[in-house]
């Protein structure tokens, strides 16, 4: 069955780094385009990052563009999120998936919560 794990969440202070991980399994990671979302508390979930299956093509939402970057490995089944100069609004919880196995499977991970406060 499909199963994504989220790690590397924590406390930061502002202007500090994180690197997210997402492993992924049950489905074949290397066909898919993956995104990272972030839902924050009372709030919706968006989406925060893309990166096509080759890991080629990426795409931001304005609000991380020129602090985050999306990178995968497909060998690892890993997507990762390198979070740069980090802000309190950046504080949610993360989550990663493959908008074509949300489509089929409708299932979301546990997530990973950052949190950034002084």
């Known amino acids: 069955q499909v199963q994504l794990v989220e790690s590397g969440g924590g406390l930061v202070q502002p202007g500090g780094s994180l690197r997210l991980s997402c492993a992924a399994s049950g489905f074949t990671f290397s066909w898919y385009a993956m995104r990272w979302y972030r839902q924050a508390p009372g709030k919706e979930r968006d989406v925060v990052a893309t990166i096509g299956s080759a890991g080629s093509s990426t795409s931001y939402a304005d609000s991380v563009k020129g602090r985050f970057t999306i990178s995968r490995d497909n060998a690892k089944n890993t997507v990762y999120l390198q979070m740069n100069s980090l802000k309190a609004e950046d504080t949610a919880v993360y989550y990663c998936?493959?908008?074509?196995?949300?489509?089929?499977?409708?299932?979301w991970g546990q997530g990973t919560q950052v949190t950034v406060s002084s």
């Open positions: 998936n493959s908008p074509s196995v949300l489509a089929i499977h409708n299932y």
